[in-house]
Every structure is written in structure tokens, then in C-alpha cells.
């Protein structure tokens, strides 16, 4: 009779144990434990993906799909046992980690099945972009590389309507496929607490979704009449070259005009509508690719062979010419790191990294920065060709890399940029020191240009750096939207469109339909990454910049400032990048500018010669 009680006695036990509330060491016990779980996850994830992304195959896209997957369930156990400290006081920085953790979910279902068909779908899609090709005959095919430079150098109307129809059919097979991605994710990012995966992903910027939005739509109102000034101007310069190809009545831009395949950004058409003037156009932007490729050749004869006209890049001697050049080509971006206090990369950089495009497979070409271990295998994979465009990336994706390292001693949920933004407006708010000042210290330049040669190099700059702005908004509006269902899968290319020419001005050069997938055939689509980043990117780089350009003791017109060389501005950019994500953004935007919010002011001090040279032109010429 007295083995039912001990039973009743034991279960009451376990029952009083099971109810007993954790405790502050629980909670850190339970951080120790998700930090190494994420940490050896982030890794073998970033193996496989780097190989997915290396060498396209369907061996390499199942691993990455097998390690996303198991990557999303071991996040979504980790913030569903989160919750059980939700009630309990914690010191600030464990409080922090639990919220980075929850908000920071993956849009991913919970159920095993959904899982794994949303982990399949979304390497499916990202090997689908990097094997996309437009192949104008059988036996001819163009690379999205291939495609970038035809739109950059390209004058032809016809010709670039051609090819901008061609790149952009890689994106309907992908729109089906994509509607389902959305359909998973949404059912994941409800499963959190989310009303869909915009909101999600809205969440993680240390204010309320709602809050966020606002915050870019009134930097955007700060930025919208640089945008609109500029756009008049270029569209009158095309108009002029192309005719009636660019005349439309509605005052939209065709888009295979602008020099890029998305265009996203207008720098490589500068030819078109650099200033007429006598007083400014004796000022010639420097021939950078030129001054490069001298400099290169002379210091380094392995990468001499190739700038050899017609020489033949694709034997064992050209391409290793090519490396060579490509390699000292991030030499340069590494130099001015290492100007400002850094220390160098790891010998494992330059051994692993992905500097030109294989000659046997098919990889990913998209610029991107790689921390593999969380520690320290940098590297970068990029298909660098000799150009000013490429050192400029060069410089961007470095400034990935050096944060990267720099916050690698925070707990694994701190790993990250302050917040997404921040990682991008890094290397940015570097390569706005590549100024004409310092060409004359790298001697890729012989001369420092007079004042009154601001307003071409300000263009030159703002067909970049502006034009980009509204067509960054414009992609994630639609993603948001999209997400929430207020645009319809059957409505994806036309609402696409709409908001491109709300925000952009914009309109495509043939009529398109639902037939066609647009967005697909725009990397961060189908890749399923967050695109406000590169808005936010934009902003801060010129907050950092002018930042970095105080510590320096700079004096002078912005626009002009190079910090190269400057340990000050380095101590300062050093002491940002360390704090990583371990404490709200705002926190640390404030230590670096002084302000605590996104704030447009400095993009507009930088820009205000051009402004009011753009409104100048544009009154005159109505």
C-alpha cells in the first residue's frame, strides 16, 4: 500500500521542482549555453554557405540547406526556452542578450516539414540568382558581371534595352517559388508574436517597427528635394543624348538608361551629364582605372599580364595575372585600415578569400565579407576587376571585415553590427576619404584640383550616393509589403514598378507584366536579404565620416576631408566598432556623433555646393 503513496510523493517532488522560478545564475547558465550553441552553429553555417556561394552545385546547395535548417530550429528552441526569463530581473547586459535573441528570430516555422521546405527553398532560390544568365545566342552567355559592365559602358538605347530585358528574365522562373518562401516565413514570424516577417524584421532596430519606418521616411523627407533636383537635371542631360528614348511625357527616366542594371546607381553615365560649363568642365574626373592599372603593373609584374590588350585571361597564366591584380587591389583598401591603427589581416585572407571569378564553376559574384570562424578567418569573395567601381567596394567590403574583428570578443550574441546599418555605412564613410587628396598621397594622382572643382566631383559622387536613396526604400516598401499581403503575388511585378517610379522616378524600357519577376532578378530578393540597411547605410556613413573627420582636426569644406593616416580617427571608429551590438544603437551612434538618431544633416552639408548648383541648372533650363 505504501508504494502508490511514495510514487504520489515523488511526483509531487518533480511537480514542486518543475515550478520552482529560475534564477538570475539560470538565466546566465542558459546564455552561456545559447552563446556557444549559436557560435558553433554560425560556423559550420558559414562553411556551408561560403561553399554554396563558391561552388554552385546541388551537393553544396543541400548542405546549406540541411545547415539553415538546423540553424533556424536550434534559434527557435533557444527564444522559445528564452521566455521562461522573460518576468525575472536580469543585469542589463544578460536583459540585452535575451531581447537580441528573441527579436533577432529567424522568419521560420516551427513545424519540421515547413522547416525544412523553407530552408530548401530559400538555397534554392539564392543558387537560382547566382546561376542566372542572359544568353543573347546558344553558344554566348553573359554573367550578371558581364551584364553590370555592358549597362556602365554601353550608349546604344536599343543595345541596353536588349540587355536589360535579358538579365531581368532570370527572375520569373523564381516568382512561384518565391510567393511560397513569403507564405513559410510569414507562418514563422507569426509564431513568434509578429503580424508578418516586415514586422520581424523592423523589430530589431531597439525601437518599435512602427518607430523605425518613421525614422526613414523622415530622413528620406530631409533627403527627397537633393533626389528630386538631381533626377530633373539627369533627365534632361539624357534626353539630350538619347532623344525621345528618354522624353516621356510623365517625366520618368527609363530605367536601361542609367548605367546600371538596377539602377540602383548612376555614377558609370557621368559622361552623359557632367557639367557643360567651360569654368567646370575643363575638370576632368581623374582616369582612376587608368592611374590603377599603371600603378599596379609597375609595382607588381605578376599582375602586369593582365592589362595586356587581348591577352588571354583564361589560361593558368592570366588568371593568375588577374589575382594578382585583384589581390593588390585589396591591398589598397587594407592600407588605409592599417593607416588609421589597425592591424593587418591574417595570412588566411589571402588564402582563402574568393578575389576573382573561377575559371571551372559557377559562384556567386556579389561583393560580399566573410567571418567565418567568429574570429578570425576574414575573407572576402568578390570577382574584382581593375576599376575605380571596384576600389571603392574594395574599401566598403574591407570595412565589414575590420568590424567583424573588432567586436570578435563579445558574447556571441553581441557579434554584430550596432545595428545592420552600421555594418554597411563602415567601409562607406572610409571610401568617402577617397578623396582627390588622397589619390595624391596613394600618387595614383598628380595634382590636388582647385575648389571650384567640387561641383563635377560632388555630381560624380551624388549619381551614387543619392540616386541610390529612394531606390533602396523602394525595395524593401515592396518586400514590407508584400510580407503583410497588402500586394498580392498575382499584383508583384506591377506594384514593383509602381513604387519604383513613386520613389525613384523610374519606369522599366518595355512593358512588363506578371508573367515577368522583376525584384527576382535583384540579388537581395531571391538572397532574402533586408535592404533598409543600405538606406540606413547611407545616412550614417556621412555621420561617421564627419565624425571621423572632427577627431582628425580636419578644417575645411566636408566634401574635402580624408582622414587617411589619422590614429585619432581611427581610436575613434576602433572604439564604435568594438561595442559591436551590446548596447542599443542609439547609445552608440551618440558616443561617435554626438547625436542619437539617424539624422540626413551631414549627407546635405556634404552635398549643399551641388544643391544649389543642381537648382541653378534645372531653373535655367525650363
Known amino acids: 500500500m505504501r508504494f502508490p503513496s511514495l510514487v504520489l510523493a515523488a511526483s509531487l517532488s518533480l511537480s514542486a521542482v518543475a515550478q520552482t522560478p529560475p534564477t538570475v545564475a539560470d538565466a546566465k547558465a542558459f546564455l552561456d549555453r545559447a552563446n556557444a550553441s549559436l557560435l558553433k552553429a554560425a560556423v559550420d553555417g558559414s562553411h556551408a554557405e561560403w561553399l554554396a556561394e563558391t561552388y554552385i552545385n546541388e551537393d553544396s546547395e543541400a548542405t546549406t540547406a540541411l545547415l539553415s535548417e538546423q540553424s533556424s530550429k536550434l534559434s527557435l528552441d533557444l527564444i522559445e526556452e528564452s521566455h521562461k ?3 525575472l530581473t536580469l543585469p542589463a547586459d544578460m536583459r540585452r542578450q535575451m531581447m537580441l535573441l528573441q527579436v533577432n528570430a529567424p522568419a521560420a516555422p516551427h513545424d519540421p516539414k515547413l522547416l525544412a521546405e523553407e530552408s530548401q527553398l530559400a538555397a534554392a532560390l539564392t543558387g537560382a540568382y547566382g546561376k542566372g544568365k542572359y544568353c543573347p545566342t546558344p553558344d554566348k552567355c553573359m554573367s550578371i558581371d558581364d551584364v553590370d559592365t555592358f549597362m556602365a559602358k554601353t550608349r546604344d538605347a536599343d543595345a541596353l534595352t536588349k540587355v536589360w530585358v535579358g538579365w531581368h528574365s532570370v527572375g520569373a522562373p523564381m516568382r512561384q517559388q518565391y510567393a511560397r518562401l513569403v507564405n513559410l516565413q510569414n507562418i514563422g514570424a507569426k509564431e513568434q508574436g509578429y503580424k508578418d516577417t516586415g514586422e520581424l524584421w523592423r523589430a530589431g532596430y531597439d525601437m518599435k517597427p512602427a518607430e523605425f519606418s518613421a525614422e526613414l521616411n523622415r530622413a528620406w523627407t530631409q533627403l527627397e528635394p537633393l533626389y528630386r533636383e538631381l533626377h530633373t537635371y539627369v533627365r534632361h542631360r539624357l534626353i539630350a543624348k538619347y532623344g ?4 516621356r511625357k510623365d517625366g520618368l527616366i527609363p530605367a536601361q538608361l542609367l548605367g546600371n542594371t538596377w539602377a540602383q546607381e548612376w555614377g558609370n553615365i557621368y559622361d552623359i551629364v557632367a557639367p557643360t560649363d567651360p569654368k567646370l568642365s575643363q575638370f576632368k574626373p581623374l582616369d582612376l582605372e587608368a592611374a590603377l592599372k599603371q600603378q599596379i603593373a609597375a609595382k607588381d609584374p605578376a599582375a602586369a599580364a593582365s592589362f595586356v590588350t587581348a591577352a588571354d585571361l583564361s589560361d593558368d597564366k592570366g588568371h593568375a595575372a588577374q589575382t594578382a ?22 595570412q588566411t585572407f589571402w588564402e582563402r578569400s574568393q578575389f576573382v571569378h573561377p575559371r571551372d564553376r559557377d559562384v556567386v559574384c556579389h ?8 574570429a578570425d578567418d576574414l575573407r572576402v569573395k568578390m570577382c574584382i576587376t581593375v576599376s575605380d567601381d571596384y576600389f571603392t567596394t574594395v574599401h566598403h567590403e574591407l570595412g565589414h571585415n ?8 563579445q558574447p556571441m550574441l553581441f557579434r554584430n553590427g550596432a545595428n545592420d546599418g552600421f555594418h554597411e555605412a563602415i567601409g562607406d564613410a572610409v571610401a568617402l576619404s577617397i578623396t582627390p587628396g588622397y589619390l595624391n598621397q596613394l600618387k595614383l594622382a598628380n595634382t ?11 555630381l560624380r559622387t551624388a549619381l551614387d550616393k543619392v540616386a541610390f536613396l529612394p531606390f533602396a526604400l523602394a525595395l524593401d516598401t515592396w518586400r514590407w509589403q508584400v510580407f503583410s499581403g497588402e500586394i498580392k503575388p498575382a499584383d508583384y511585378n506591377k506594384a514593383w514598378w509602381q513604387l519604383r517610379a513613386k520613389y525613384q522616378g523610374i ?25 533598409a540597411r543600405y538606406f540606413l547605410a547611407r545616412v550614417y556613413q556621412f555621420q561617421f565620416y564627419k565624425a571621423m573627420c572632427d577627431a582628425s582636426g580636419y578644417k575645411g569644406a566636408l566634401n574635402r576631408c580624408s582622414f587617411y593616416g589619422s590614429k585619432a580617427a581611427g581610436d575613434k571608429l576602433n572604439a564604435m566598432l568594438m561595442a559591436g551590438q551590446s548596447q542599443p544603437w542609439q547609445e552608440t551612434l551618440k558616443a561617435m556623433t554626438g547625436t542619437d538618431h539617424l539624422d540626413a544633416q551631414p549627407m546635405l552639408d556634404y552635398f549643399a555646393p551641388l544643391y544649389r548648383w543642381l537648382k541653378q541648372q534645372n531653373a535655367a533650363a525650363k
Open 85 to 87: 526569463f522573460d518576468k
Open 402 to 409: 575590420f568590424y567583424q574583428r573588432a567586436y570578435n570578443k
Open 448 to 458: 590636388e584640383p582647385p575648389a571650384e572643382a567640387d561641383i563635377p566631383l560632388q
Open 244 to 247: 525621345a528614348v528618354a522624353d
Open 367 to 374: 561583393a560580399s565579407a566573410w567571418d567565418i570562424d567568429q
Open 325 to 346: 591584380a585583384a589581390k593588390d587591389m585589396v591591398k589598397y583598401g587594407e592600407s588605409f585600415f592599417t593607416s588609421l591603427g589597425f592591424p593587418a589581416l591574417p
Open 507 to 531: 519606369v522599366p524600357p518595355v512593358e512588363r507584366s506578371e508573367t515577368d519577376f522583376d525584384p527576382g532578378a535583384k540579388m537581395h530578393v531571391p538572397a532574402n536579404v533586408p535592404y
